[in-house]
């Protein structure tokens, strides 16, 4: 959840109640991370109910694998899901879907031990050949994620250790597996009966970065019941 670039999150949260959730085993959260994104798509939307109450109706903005998530939270739990935003991510394997060639990035990140070196691995997949501007604005990102992070002086999250971040990258391999399509995205797409926004940004068709954990924003629709704009929930 302290992934979220508090630039985002904070406007936002002053117009919208804001949920951060961490995925099963990430994190705060008990339990062990699902071994599909249909699981990862259940358990949010299980934590969804338990702060909300049944019946309700959220928007969801997924990023990344996050936004494979969306998808599904989407497609399996319609009656929950509002609008949908999906923002650098891709649907499941099927005709004109080109994830990257580039799994560099990812693995970096997967491989980040230190702040440090989890901090190089998101400038460095996130803008590296974009523009001067781009990296300098990735930079700060960095900086206000990073400063965001704490509470009282309590770091809330470390970088994914290597079991849970490997259990992540085998639910995506999964997803983008054509022998696993009915549990992915792409053929049902048809089914989505709401508004959606896609912003990939200037390569609209696949992605280009995957940093895990997977990032999935909740906008409730109405007031939460602890007297802040924003929860972060654990389960």
């Known amino acids: 959840m302290d992934h979220w670039d508090p630039a985002l999150v904070n406007p936002l949260a002053a ?6 959730i961490d995925n099963a085993g990430v994190g705060r959260s008990e339990g062990d991370i699902p071994d599909t994104f249909a699981g990862w798509a259940a358990h949010y939307s299980a934590v969804i109910r338990q702060i909300l109450g049944q019946g309700s109706k959220v928007d ?3 990023y990344s694998m996050g936004g494979c ?3 599904l939270m989407a497609l399996n739990a319609p009656e ?3 609008r949908l935003v999906l ?3 891709i649907p499941s394997s099927g005709d004109g879907v080109k994830p990257s060639p580039d799994g560099k990035a990812f693995k970096r990140l997967k491989a980040a031990r230190t702040a440090e070196e989890e901090q190089q691995a998101f400038e460095e997949g996130s803008f590296v050949q974009r523009s001067e501007r781009s990296r300098e604005a990735g930079k700060r990102a960095w900086k206000r994620i990073a400063n965001g992070r704490s509470d009282s002086g309590e770091v809330r999250c470390e970088p994914v250790p290597p079991g849970p971040a490997h259990k992540q990258a085998l639910a995506f391999v999964r997803f983008m597996d054509k022998k696993n399509a009915s549990e992915g995205s792409y053929d049902r797409l048809a089914q989505l009966r709401l508004p959606v926004l896609i912003a990939n940004g200037e390569v609209s068709s696949r992605v280009c970065f995957y940093p895990p954990p997977p990032l999935i ?3 409730a629709a109405a ?3 602890n007297g802040s704009n924003i929860r972060r929930a654990t389960a």
């Open 15 to 20: 117009q919208r109640p804001v949920l951060l």
């Open 60 to 62: 969801v903005l997924g």
């Open 69 to 71: 998530v969306a998808q």
């Open 80 to 82: 929950q899901v509002r």
């Open 87 to 89: 923002c650098g991510t």
């Open 217 to 219: 924003l909740i906008l």
């Open 223 to 225: 007031p939460l019941t």
